[in-house]
């Protein structure tokens, strides 16, 4: 405890014991700190960008590309495992802490296919409360104060206060684009490799990557990733690699998993999610997948912050994957059928953007879409000078325009706002209608 | 413990050498200092236990029988329900349950409780009790849990950097105790416990394992510290229905003084015998819960949409049936209250003293009496209890869970001659371990 702290506490012990002194001595101090103060673990993590933007895109009448959930229905197949799964008494009460047993063995089955090699389904498998859940489970696990943990930039923005409160530090790299060009696809935003170089410390614990990428949609190619790869073997580092949406590639591209590389399953976490993987992100079941050396802390955490998920949806999780399995490699799999009808909506929001005068940048993966909305040239001065661009230009669009987008720059650290902050993000997991109804809004944006 | 963690960053991990050449994974340490010494659970080791030897299981507590059919529906609506069911709701808990929960509870409180301020709904009561200590206690805070406690008290209060400090609940002195109502908290001892450091203190009532019920007297004595001593409390009150032979669940966070200091903690689990929902929540002053929020935001954001909803049907239907005979909340603990005596009697007849439990799940079961060969290399060196509860399940396939895992290391010498018993079961499951018991006695 720190020495302020302990004397302050002091203090206040004997204040209470003798009220004259204490009212003297109080009044000539000018703050006491507050008994109910917080821990210091949580200083400066309040802001949330969801938090601050669902909430006021939950009005039915906006038209929201906003929070990444779909707003198409999940296969009927895995809700009616989960109406089955409650009416089965055993399915309502605690089940195995790590994991489900037959959703660990199902994960096991996908993922040792995926992966070509045997995965222990529980030594080698956490299941977790969503991806976020995981992410959670392997900072506290193997995250500790003073370490640095190298974050690619744009990130999904729950990578740094969660590096924080574990008492680490962010280190942070932009992805950049190919200089000149205007870039028209995800996979023009490239990492440099000496510049990333430079972030390995003799404290670095790890490096973060998020493949296919939440907010730009890169997909990491193999190349890209033995460069990373490489570094972690360097410099003795772990690689946390959050694929939540893995099977949500797009034609000419290749979801490859920076565990599968030489050298590199026994310092990898690689996380999924039945969220993003079923469409059921209001289930919030997730995986984390590596090493038993690795996994055994995350499962310490665990079992020490929630103990085990709920028992009716993981034993659905289990039945869609064992369902998948069997389809894998086939059009009908949903793992690629899903791909497949995204990208048709990828496609539609582009075109949608490049009507509206804008060039988008088409992801090669993922859930969403970034747009540059400088074309638009929309006058925010009366805004006020103190928040991004995007902050106020979404906000009021939300207001004025009743089409709800994300802002890039909470994906980014202080110095890269600038780079980020004329980009917003769309999410294209939506109803045709939705999309139309965005489209729609942009077509007329000039009329008032 | 200092040792360990002064040693920490020198200790490698070196891959076992699997036919291939040995690879060294990081020289530093691999995991983070905030887990040493949280890694042993009692449950991963004797849930094990029992299903390998496929016992007839008392021992981790949850039913063995269904959830009342209402809210069994209720889920089964929520599933087929609009889109919106299967996607993401608000962060800090469901619109509909944070409403439901918070007009039943101002009833009951006597507090107007704001359901967005007041209220976070989290991954069932324990990760509720995580995010209080993680957002409230900190390195070299003391935190006063009183004996025998849920043993995830001490490990989440290790994980903050706090300390643990115990106080026990013990047997009024005299002739044979009988009724969890008998084990007291000395005031003296519990005032003496308390140093400038100590930010709060843990209770649970109804008790696990032990039943006690605490009574407004008992909860003003720890109040008027609490109030003294300006410190927080931290009250797990997920039995709070349970509550048998007319024993009152009273909160103490509706005693004076008391509602903007305290977090009371609840389960949907082990209110709607669904221990597999996973869905609890805190309520307490907004002033306390905002902090508890930037915990959940950053370690699990959101609970499940549709579970979330089926408890709020739940609870619609007892606010409205509060207190009549249709209510669940009256209708389980009668129930419960017979499967109670069966187990007591029939622990009785075989010559083992339970204490009668005031509430709850559990019973505790004094078996200093029980002279058995515990012939077992392996547990050579574990405590009494711990030797009897593995004995019990691989030689009488009987499961149950030694009472000394529920205190702290320089108590626990003093309770190793109980074992604790849960009655949620199935009268079947109740008649199976009476079969044993019985037989076991005529050996005898």
């Known amino acids: 405890m720190s020495c302020t702290r302990r004397i302050l506490n002091a203090v206040r012990f004997t204040c209470r014991s003798s009220p004259t ?139 740094v206060p969660m590096v924080r409160m574990a008492g680490a530090k962010p280190v942070l790299i932009p992805l950049r684009p190919k200089s000149g060009k205007k870039t028209v696809s995800s996979g023009d935003w490239f990492l440099d490799p000496d510049e990333l170089s430079a972030k390995f410390s003799s404290k670095t614990k790890a490096i973060i990557i998020n493949t296919p990428n939440n907010p730009i949609g890169k997909v990491f190619t193999r190349g890209e990733l033995q460069v990373i790869a490489d570094l972690c073997i360097k410099h003795d580092t772990l690689c946390f690699s959050d694929e939540v949406y893995e099977w949500l590639v797009f034609k000419g591209h290749q979801h490859v998993k920076i565990a599968t590389l030489p050298g590199m399953w026994d310092r990898t976490i690689t996380i999924g999610s ?36 709920p028992t009716p949806l993981q034993e659905a999780v289990a039945q869609g994957l064992l369902l998948n399995y069997k389809l894998m490699g086939q059009p009908d799999c949903y793992f690629s059928s899903l791909a497949e009808e995204l990208e048709g909506k990828r496609d539609r929001l582009a075109a949608i953007l490049q009507e509206a005068g804008m060039t988008p940048v088409i992801p090669e993966g993922g859930y969403f879409m970034l747009v540059d909305v400088t074309p638009l040239n929309q006058d925010l001065s009366h805004m006020g000078d103190d928040e991004a661009y995007d902050y106020k230009f979404v906000k009021w669009m939300i207001k004025e325009k009743k089409l709800a987008a994300i802002p890039v720059t909470a994906f980014v650290g202080e110095e890269s706002k600038e780079q980020f902050e004329k980009y917003i993000r769309l999410c294209f997991i939506k109803e045709d209608s939705t999309l139309e109804a965005a489209g729609n809004i942009l077509k007329n944006w000039r009329k008032v | 413990m200092g040792i360990i963690r002064i040693l920490a960053p020198y200790l490698t991990l070196i891959r076992p050498n699997l036919g291939q050449n040995h690879k060294l994974i990081m020289a530093r340490r691999l995991y983070a200092s905030r887990t040493i010494g949280v890694d042993k659970n009692v449950w991963v080791e004797f849930t094990q236990l029992a299903a390998d030897y496929k016992a007839v299981n008392l021992g981790q507590g ?30 800090f808990g469901h ?113 696990n394992p032990l ?56 389960s949907a689990g082990k209110t709607f015998s669904a221990t597999g929902w996973k869905v609890g929540w805190a309520i307490s002053s907004g002033k306390l819960i905002k902090h ?39 209708q389980l603990p009668a129930m419960l209250h017979q499967k109670r005596q069966k187990v007591a009697s029939c622990l009785r007849s075989v010559g ?56 702290s290391p320089e108590h626990s010498k003093e309770f190793d001659k109980y074992i604790r018993f849960c009655f949620v079961k199935e009268d079947s499951t109740l008649e199976a371990a009476e079969e044993i018991l019985r037989k076991w006695s005529q050996k005898e």
């Open chain 2, 292 to 330: 508890m929020k930037i915990i959940h935001q950053n370690s699990v954001y959101h609970c499940a949409t549709a579970a979330q909803e089926a408890v709020s049907h739940g609870f619609d239907r007892e606010y409205e049936l509060f207190g009549t005979p249709e209510s669940y909340f009256q």
């Open chain 1, 274 to 309: 039945a969220g993003k993987t079923f469409s059921v992100t209001g289930w919030k079941l997730g995986w984390s997948i590596g090493p038993e050396h690795l996994i055994k802390h995350l499962q310490t955490v665990m079992q020490n912050t929630l103990y085990t998920c």
């Open chain 2, 62 to 91: 949850f039913p063995d029988f269904s959830p009342p059919q209402f809210v069994q529906d209720a889920f089964c609506k929520a599933v087929s329900g609009g889109p919106q069911m299967h996607q993401y709701t608000r962060a």
């Open chain 1, 21 to 159: 002194s204490c009212r003297r001595f109080c009044a000539s101090q000018p703050v006491m700190a507050s008994r109910h103060a917080h821990a210091r673990r949580i200083e400066g993590l309040d802001k949330n960008v969801w938090v601050a933007f669902t909430s006021v895109a939950a009005d039915p009448s906006i038209v929201n590309l906003g929070q990444g959930f779909p707003d198409i229905p999940p296969p009927s197949y895995v809700k009616e495992a989960l109406a089955k799964a409650v009416s089965v008494d055993r399915m309502n009460q605690y089940t195995r802490g790590f994991g489900h047993p037959s959703l660990v063995k199902a994960l096991s089955q996908v993922y040792g296919k995926v992966y070509g090699r045997q995965v222990d389904p529980l030594k080698e498998i956490l299941v977790t409360v969503g991806g976020y859940g995981s992410l959670f489970s392997t900072m506290q696990g193997l995250v500790d104060e003073g370490d640095e943990v190298i974050i690619v930039e744009p990130f999904f923005d729950c990578y």
């Open chain 2, 352 to 407: 083992l003293q339970p204490v009668m439990p005031e509430g709850g799940y559990f019973m505790i079961t004094d078996i200093s009496s029980v002279h058995v060969d515990l012939n077992d290399e392996s547990t050579k060196n574990e405590s009494y209890d711990f030797r009897f509860v593995k004995w019990l399940i691989k030689e009488k396939g009987l499961a149950t869970i030694p009472v000394s895992a529920f205190f």
């Open chain 2, 95 to 207: 619109p509909r349950l944070v409403k439901s929960l918070a007009k039943f509870f101002s009833r009951i409180v006597g507090q107007e409780i704001d359901p967005f301020e007041d209220v976070l709904v989290t991954v069932g009561a324990y990760q509720a009790l995580f995010c209080a200590f993680q957002a409230l206690i900190d390195d070299g805070d003391e935190v006063i849990i009183v004996e025998p406690f849920f043993d995830c008290y001490q490990p989440m209060v290790l994980m903050a950097g706090g300390t643990a400090v115990y106080v026990p609940l013990r047997p009024k002195g005299g002739s044979t105790v009988l009724s969890s109502g008998d084990w007291v908290l000395s005031a003296e001892e519990l005032a003496s416990k308390i140093t400038p450091r100590t930010k709060a203190i843990v209770i649970n009532t109804p008790n």
């Open chain 2, 211 to 266: 039943g006690k019920v605490y009574k407004v007297e008992e909860l003003q004595m720890i109040a008027d510290l609490c109030i003294k001593h300006d410190l927080l409390c931290f009250s797990d009150e997920v039995y709070e229905w349970l509550t048998y032979d007319g024993a009152k669940h009273i909160k103490i966070a509706s005693l004076p003084g008391m509602w903007e200091r305290t977090i009371t903690v609840g």
